[in-house]
């Protein structure tokens, strides 16, 4: 099965990702966690993504699409994937279809006036990448996973989430209606405890 996740910055896409990953098994492909990594160990890809990235814009279409374009091309995509941050773009939707059909698509839908709270208060693990909010945290600062250190991500900060949702607004939004079209797009009420969202997934995926 082939599985986009849409949403806007701080929908839960990748809290969500990691639990869909591991029950359909499903390779969970993040180009934000692909361009963080690069960032990281300063390839040239991370050297370009850095300054985008950090003003929450979107790096350029074609070192997008083609990195995702490689990574599906890997053996664990053979039987289907899990996207997560792309397509962020007509551009992008147009490109992936002409390599690879999508499924579903599922839009976890969040309204955009609870988003800045919960990306102010993400705190992120530096080993294996889960997700989590302060507020739920109870002052822990490692991971419940694995141990590792928590940190706050660069862009979770109120300027650059402020430009990330204005991004998603006007080139992200518009690929609700494109998959609508499609007949593969699946709504999913991201209001909630996570649990409860993941199990919304579940019954629509059925
Ligand atoms: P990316 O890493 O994709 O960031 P994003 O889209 O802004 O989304 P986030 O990762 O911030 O949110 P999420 O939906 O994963 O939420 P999460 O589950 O963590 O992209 C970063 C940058 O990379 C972009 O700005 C761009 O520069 C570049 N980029 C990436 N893809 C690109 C592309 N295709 N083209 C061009 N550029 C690209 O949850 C958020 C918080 O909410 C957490 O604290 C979590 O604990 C909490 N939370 C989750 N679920 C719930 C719930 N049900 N109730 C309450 N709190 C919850
Ligand atoms: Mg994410
Ligand atoms: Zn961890």
Not at 133 to 152: A, I, M, P, S
């Given at each position: ?23 359909y098994?499903l ?53 289907g994937?899990l ?124």
């Amino acid at each position: 099965m082939n599985i986009i996740l849409l949403g806007a910055p701080g929908a839960g896409k990748g809290t969500q990702a990691t639990k869909i990953s591991e029950k359909y098994r499903l390779p969970h492909i993040s180009t934000g966690d692909i361009f963080r990594d690069n960032i990281k160990r300063q390839t040239p890809v991370g050297l370009l993504a850095k300054s985008y990235t950090d003003n929450g814009k979107l790096v350029p279409d074609e070192v997008t699409c083609e990195i995702v374009k490689g990574r599906l091309e890997a053996d664990d995509c053979k039987n289907g994937y899990l996207l997560d941050g792309f397509p962020r773009n007509l551009f992008q939707a147009e490109t992936l279809e002409s390599f690879s059909k999508a499924d579903a698509v599922l839009n976890i839908d969040v309204d955009l006036s609870l988003l800045m709270a919960r990306l102010c208060g993400r705190r992120v693990c530096k080993d294996c990448g889960e997700s989590y909010h302060v507020d739920f945290l109870g002052g822990k600062t490692v991971c419940e996973r694995c141990g590792g250190e928590l940190y706050q991500r660069k862009d979770d900060n109120e300027e650059t989430v402020g430009n990330r949702l204005k991004v998603y607004s006007e080139q992200t939004a518009p690929l609700i209606a494109y998959y609508s079209e499609r007949n593969v797009l699946l709504n999913i009420d991201g209001v909630g405890a996570i649990d409860e969202v993941f199990a919304r997934i579940v019954a629509a995926l059925k």
